[in-house]
């Protein structure tokens, strides 16, 4: 793949498939891949030991992967066996490293004609790999670092106090809380949008641990304070879902807003919040909301899912304007059951055909086992468009139920039902139609009727094979 | 190569357009046509769009297959593409004057670093086509930034990833689709409905083909002299991945770092279409399989339902790349990308629709488009490529340990095997985070 790679390289490819192998112990991995970061051993061989620890390494290899933290090289490496080492040791290393990287000296050295645009002065890297440390902090979770970070809060460099705000989030208990609102009233404005990102992981972390209360507040804080738009939006999301049914108020707010971006919001909020009293508020909302906007409350409406919303999504689809006609038949066709047979049958006779062909398309996929049935008996009594629509349906689900009552259509004087006929037993006709259809040949004394049972027969028997030949021989 | 555009074009016979699906559909009686009409009708897209109502969009790191991407968001008329970035000189140019004599202007703006592009206020969406190393940052990043994202497959690097990326995307209420456009092609949908609707009555076992199921690893090559920033930026290249020196050859950008160097292959690259669709076929798109056993070549999987996964490369009945097949205890039905469909009985195909071979994405890039205004769930959103991607890297962390794991879905963590814990995350690369 790689010709000419180091051995670095065949290393990697070699590594903890190897062991396995090999049925190496775990622990004499770890020793090995310890004396790898000790050695004199070529760069790549120390990154890929590095990762390997990942897999292996213990407690005993954190003071091994520590010192790399300070080296421009191997610090990303290093924090991967560091992201994932069980236990206190790597906590207290990135603690460590945290609190020491600003006061002393990086390694770099890595040549500038290889290294790519690295930062060049020693502040500027110490920062860079600074803010890694602080990025692995908050994966890790670590809650005794969490004086550490909203101290790194004030750093003078925005994107050590960025990461130090994202990472309390991910930390995301009272005491990062606290931190976080306390430094989103006073933030510069250049850093407020990345404290408003750290805010609302917290406060998502808070309400994934029942902290409502403390949630509701720093979201509240977001929504209220001056930030780009993204993230007052991320904050009123965070305010309406976390207050659930009192939240309402709220979110009826932004449906009604004329900002597009609040509307966008809305509708996407009104799929997640649950409860009835939210399918009533939004379905309120449909009734009174401008043309343009009931299509789209409409489709938020049958996301929902719920029967309150299946209601309003039925009577949609019977009688509406047909923008909204047409979200009501999308949504049926997503979610629909046996129900909307009546309200999608009626649909598919509309000489629309933006109406009809959706509806035929949801009706042949409605599911439930009681539609075939209900197919199959509304076809005797039927006529003109629904007679067409029935068997239209009836053969693109399969029913071979309905196949007697089609192959009768086959010399309906409607010749768009006597096609439809013609279409369905194409699609679904067996050597039984064959037989039939070649017996009502016989029969029948007129042309038009002749010629068309004629060409189903010809497509049948193409379709059907050999089986067909008995019954067309008794033709004359 | 899958996927490729070249291909994808060709296949698909260049004149494939979504009017004349549409047509074709609606003739046949075909699949899913309302989200196309309601788009027609309800959501203004009446011929002309007036410049109000177009999505603006921006694209990040559009290769080989990001400028066939683009072409199929271009060919929508309720699009404007304004800005291209990518750390390649070359192929940011050769995305501005694609733009340019499209909108025969000199508009497109180019950048080399993400971050100036996302900070454009007037971006609505974007079309995120870098390798795999950096797409879930990049569409993090995004989102943060209140961009509605498209992002190429392999979305995620590990199984905390694509946690990370559904949250993101929950968080900041954005619009996401991965581009696993076989979620919006006909004959892959057919065969998932079918499962899904109980015709092959009750699901026993789902195949799928990722095609080369072995872990690999990325590493460390020799050094070479960097190139000028302006030509290749290769800090921004490598992005989240560990630091390491610059060798051209890590700059195809597709295989670099995919799966996060322990584990990727082919489990990865095509499950993240075939493995999908047996997801979505088993209606587990918020759910993934609870046990993985590398067997011979193959890898099975097994879901809390009981229904088997089977990734495998051999006996397929020859549909074209990326097949799945679906056994329920009533029926079955194969597909892949030739777009043709075999079952065990012609009834199952009767409501099939007209044949799309060659897996375009212009359907795909349609819903999402579709779903930017009407701020519903994509086809592919965030939801259903996180479990996807998901059971893909667990797969491939059965791979790498060569046993068998099990998985709690719930909690997304590995049953009592820290070794295989320890490979659902890596850490990034400063200052990238998630």
């Given at each position: 793949?790689?010709?000419?790679?180091?051995?670095?390289?065949?290393?990697?490819?070699?590594?903890?498939?190897?062991?396995?192998?090999?049925?190496?112990?775990?622990?004499?991995?770890?020793?090995?891949?310890?004396?790898?970061l000790?050695?004199?051993?070529?760069?790549?061989?120390?990154a890929i030991?590095?990762?390997?620890?990942?897999?292996?390494?213990?407690?005993?290899?954190?003071?091994?992967?520590?010192?790399?933290?300070?080296?421009?090289?191997?610090?990303?490496?290093?924090?991967?066996?560091?992201?994932?080492?069980?236990?206190?040791?790597?906590?207290?290393?990135?603690?460590?490293?945290?609190?020491?990287?600003?006061?002393?000296?990086?390694?770099?050295?890595?040549?500038?004609?290889?290294?790519?645009?690295?930062?060049?002065?020693?502040?500027?890297?110490?920062a860079?790999?600074?803010?890694?440390?602080?990025?692995?902090?908050?994966?890790?979770?670590?809650?005794?670092?969490?004086?550490?970070?909203?101290?790194?809060?004030?750093?003078?460099?925005?994107?050590?106090?960025?990461?130090?705000?994202?990472?309390?989030?991910k930390?995301?208990?009272?005491?990062?809380?606290?931190?976080?609102?306390?430094?989103?009233?006073?933030?510069?404005?250049?850093?407020r949008?990345?404290?408003a990102?750290?805010?609302?992981?917290c406060?998502?972390?808070?309400?994934?641990?029942?902290?409502?209360?403390?949630?509701?507040?720093?979201?509240?804080?977001?929504?209220?304070?001056?930030?780009?738009?993204?993230?007052?939006?991320?904050?009123?999301?965070?305010?309406?879902?976390?207050?659930?049914?009192?939240?309402?108020?709220?979110?009826?707010?932004?449906?009604?807003?004329?900002?597009?971006?609040?509307?966008?919001?809305?509708?996407?909020?009104?799929?997640?919040?649950?409860?009835?009293?939210?399918?009533?508020a939004?379905?309120?909302?449909?009734?009174?909301?401008?043309?343009?906007?009931?299509?789209?409350?409409?489709?938020?409406?049958?996301?929902?899912?719920?029967?309150?919303?299946?209601?309003?999504?039925?009577?949609?689809?019977?009688?509406?304007?047909?923008?909204?006609?047409?979200?009501?038949?999308?949504?049926?066709?997503?979610?629909?059951?046996?129900?909307?047979?009546?309200?999608?049958?009626?649909?598919?006779?509309?000489?629309?055909?933006?109406?009809?062909?959706?509806?035929?398309?949801?009706?042949?996929?409605?599911?439930?086992?009681?539609?075939?049935?209900?197919?199959?008996?509304?076809?005797?009594?039927?006529?003109?468009?629904?007679?067409e629509?029935l068997?239209?349906?009836?053969?693109?689900?399969?029913?071979?139920?309905?196949?007697?009552?089609?192959?009768?259509?086959v010399?309906?004087?409607?010749?768009?039902?006597?096609?439809?006929?013609?279409?369905?037993?194409?699609?679904?006709?067996?050597?039984n139609e064959?037989?039939?259809?070649?017996?009502?040949?016989?029969?029948?004394?007129?042309?038009?009727?002749?010629?068309?049972?004629?060409?189903?027969l010809v497509?049948?028997?193409?379709?059907?094979?050999?089986?067909?030949?008995?019954?067309?021989?008794?033709?004359? | 190569?899958?996927?490729?555009?070249?291909?994808?074009?060709?296949?698909?016979?260049?004149?494939?357009?979504?009017?004349?699906?549409?047509k074709?559909?609606?003739?046949?009686?075909g699949?899913?046509?309302?989200?196309?009409?309601?788009?027609?009708?309800?959501?203004?897209?009446?011929?002309?769009?007036?410049?109000?109502?177009?999505?603006?969009?921006?694209g990040?790191?559009?290769?080989?297959?990001?400028?066939?991407?683009?072409?199929?968001?271009?060919?929508?008329?309720?699009?404007?593409?304004?800005?291209?970035?990518?750390?390649?000189?070359?192929?940011?140019?050769?995305?501005?004057?694609?733009?340019?004599?499209?909108?025969?202007?000199?508009?497109?703006?180019t950048?080399r670093?993400?971050?100036?592009?996302?900070?454009?206020?007037?971006?609505?969406?974007?079309?995120?086509?870098?390798?795999?190393?950096?797409h879930?940052?990049?569409?993090?990043?995004?989102?943060?930034?209140?961009?509605?994202?498209?992002?190429?497959?392999?979305?995620?690097?590990?199984?905390?990833?694509?946690?990370q990326?559904?949250?993101?995307?929950?968080?900041?209420?954005?619009?996401?689709?991965?581009?696993?456009?076989?979620?919006?092609?006909?004959n892959?949908?057919?065969?998932?409905?079918?499962?899904?609707?109980g015709?092959?009555?009750?699901?026993?076992?789902?195949?799928?083909?990722?095609d080369?199921?072995?872990?690999?690893?990325?590493?460390?090559?020799?050094?070479?002299?960097?190139?000028?920033?302006?030509?290749?930026?290769?800090?921004?290249?490598?992005?989240?991945?560990?630091?390491?020196?610059?060798?051209?050859?890590?700059?195809?950008?597709?295989?670099?770092?995919?799966?996060?160097?322990?584990?990727?292959?082919?489990c990865?690259?095509w499950?993240?279409?075939?493995?999908?669709?047996?997801?979505?076929?088993?209606?587990?798109?918020?759910?993934?399989?609870i046990?993985?056993?590398?067997?011979?070549?193959?890898?099975?999987?097994?879901?809390?339902?009981?229904?088997?996964?089977?990734?495998?490369?051999?006996?397929?009945?020859?549909?074209?790349?990326?097949?799945?097949?679906?056994?329920?205890?009533?029926?079955?039905?194969?597909?892949?990308?030739?777009?043709?469909?075999?079952?065990?009985?012609?009834?199952?195909?009767?409501?099939?629709?007209?044949?799309?071979?060659?897996?375009?994405?212009?359907?795909?890039?349609?819903?999402f488009?579709?779903?930017?205004?009407?701020?519903?769930?994509?086809?592919?959103?965030?939801?259903a490529?996180?479990?996807?991607?998901?059971?893909?890297?667990?797969?491939?962390?059965?791979?790498?340990?060569?046993?068998?794991?099990?998985?709690?879905?719930?909690?997304?963590?590995f049953?009592?095997?820290?070794?295989?814990?320890?490979?659902?995350?890596?850490?990034?690369?400063?200052?990238?985070?998630?």
């Open positions: 793949m790689f010709a000419g790679l180091g051995l670095a390289f065949a290393f990697a490819l070699a590594g903890p498939a190897c062991a396995q192998d090999t049925a190496t112990s775990a622990k004499e991995q770890e020793r090995a891949l310890i004396q790898v000790r050695s004199d051993a070529p760069p790549g061989e120390k030991a590095c990762k390997k620890l990942a897999i292996y390494g213990t407690g005993e290899a954190v003071p091994a992967l520590a010192p790399l933290l300070f080296d421009e090289r191997f610090a990303s490496w290093a924090r991967i066996a560091l992201e994932a080492i069980p236990g206190p040791a790597p906590d207290k290393a990135l603690r460590q490293a945290a609190g020491d990287l600003r006061g002393r000296p990086v390694v770099g050295g890595i040549d500038s004609s290889i290294s790519g645009d690295l930062p060049g002065n020693n502040s500027e890297l110490q860079r790999l600074l803010v890694g440390v602080i990025n692995s902090i908050g994966v890790r979770r670590d809650k005794e670092a969490v004086n550490l970070l909203a101290h790194k809060l004030n750093d003078s460099d925005a994107a050590v106090a960025a990461a130090a705000a994202v990472s309390l989030g930390i995301g208990d009272p005491q990062a809380a606290a931190a976080l609102r306390r430094a989103l009233a006073k933030a510069p404005a250049t850093l949008p990345a404290i990102e750290g805010c609302v992981r406060a998502d972390n808070l309400l994934a641990e029942a902290r409502r209360a403390d949630a509701i507040k720093l979201y509240d804080a977001v929504r209220q304070a001056a930030l780009p738009r993204q993230k007052i939006l991320e904050g009123i999301r965070g305010s309406i879902l976390a207050r659930g049914s009192a939240g309402i108020p709220l979110l009826m707010e932004a449906l009604r807003s004329n900002d597009r971006q609040y509307f966008n919001l809305g509708l996407r909020v009104a799929r997640e919040l649950p409860g009835r009293d939210a399918t009533e939004v379905a309120r909302e449909f009734r009174q909301a401008a043309a343009d906007r009931r299509p789209l409350l409409l489709l938020a409406l049958g996301d929902r899912a719920d029967a309150t919303a299946r209601a309003v999504v039925m009577r949609a689809a019977g009688n509406s304007e047909k923008p909204v006609r047409c979200a009501a038949i999308e949504i049926l066709d997503r979610s629909g059951d046996a129900s909307a047979l009546g309200v999608l049958l009626n649909d598919a006779t509309n000489e629309d055909p933006e109406i009809s062909q959706p509806s035929l398309a949801a009706l042949a996929r409605l599911p439930g086992g009681n539609v075939d049935s209900e197919l199959v008996a509304r076809l005797p009594d039927s006529s003109g468009r629904m007679r629509a068997i239209t349906v009836a053969a693109r689900r399969g029913v071979e139920r309905a196949l007697p009552l089609i192959v009768r259509s010399g309906d004087p409607n010749a768009e039902t006597r096609a439809a006929a013609i279409q369905a037993l194409t699609l679904l006709g067996g050597k064959v037989a039939e259809l070649t017996r009502a040949l016989e029969k029948s004394r007129i042309p038009d009727e002749r010629a068309h049972i004629e060409k189903v497509a049948l028997s193409g379709r059907v094979g050999p089986t067909c030949v008995p019954p067309l021989l008794a033709l004359n | 190569m899958n996927d490729s555009p070249n291909a994808a074009c060709k296949r698909s016979g260049n004149n494939l357009t979504r009017r004349r699906f549409l074709s559909t609606l003739k046949a009686g699949l899913l046509l309302a989200p196309q009409i309601v788009r027609g009708s309800v959501l203004g897209l009446n011929g002309t769009v007036p410049p109000s109502e177009r999505i603006v969009l921006g990040i790191g559009l290769g080989h297959r990001g400028t066939y991407d683009l072409s199929c968001f271009m060919g929508e008329p309720d699009v404007q593409f304004v800005a291209v970035c990518d750390v390649k000189a070359k192929r940011r140019n050769a995305i501005k004057q694609k733009a340019d004599e499209k909108y025969a202007n000199k508009d497109c703006a950048y670093d993400l971050r100036d592009l996302l900070a454009r206020n007037d971006i609505d969406a974007v079309l995120i086509a870098t390798g795999p190393n950096w879930a940052t990049a569409a993090t990043l995004a989102a943060e930034a209140g961009k509605d994202v498209y992002c190429e497959k392999p979305c995620s690097k590990n199984i905390a990833q694509s946690l990326l559904r949250d993101t995307f929950r968080r900041t209420a954005r619009v996401f689709q991965a581009g696993t456009q076989r979620r919006s092609l006909p892959f949908m057919y065969a998932v409905d079918l499962a899904r609707r015709k092959l009555g009750k699901l026993q076992t789902l195949y799928a083909h990722p080369g199921l072995a872990t690999s690893m990325s590493g460390w090559a020799p050094p070479e002299p960097v190139p000028p920033k302006e030509e290749v930026d290769w800090d921004i290249y490598l992005g989240p991945a560990a630091w390491r020196p610059f060798n051209n050859k890590w700059l195809d950008g597709f295989n670099f770092e995919k799966g996060g160097g322990l584990t990727g292959g082919g990865l690259e499950g993240s279409h075939c493995v999908d669709l047996c997801q979505w076929a088993n209606d587990a798109d918020r759910t993934a399989p046990e993985y056993e590398p067997q011979g070549d193959q890898l099975h999987a097994r879901y809390a339902n009981g229904v088997k996964l089977i990734m495998r490369d051999n006996g397929w009945i020859g549909l074209g790349s990326c097949p799945v097949r679906f056994e329920g205890d009533t029926g079955w039905v194969e597909t892949g990308d030739d777009g043709d469909l075999v079952a065990s009985a012609p009834a199952l195909l009767a409501n099939k629709s007209a044949k799309v071979s060659g897996y375009p994405a212009n359907f795909h890039v349609r819903n488009l579709d779903c930017v205004k009407s701020r519903a769930q994509t086809r592919a959103n965030a939801e490529a996180c479990q996807s991607h998901i059971t893909c890297h667990a797969a491939n962390v059965a791979l790498f340990l060569k046993r068998k794991v099990r998985f709690d879905p719930v909690n997304s963590e049953i009592g095997d820290e070794q295989a814990n320890r490979l659902r995350s890596e850490a990034l690369r400063e200052p990238w985070g998630l």
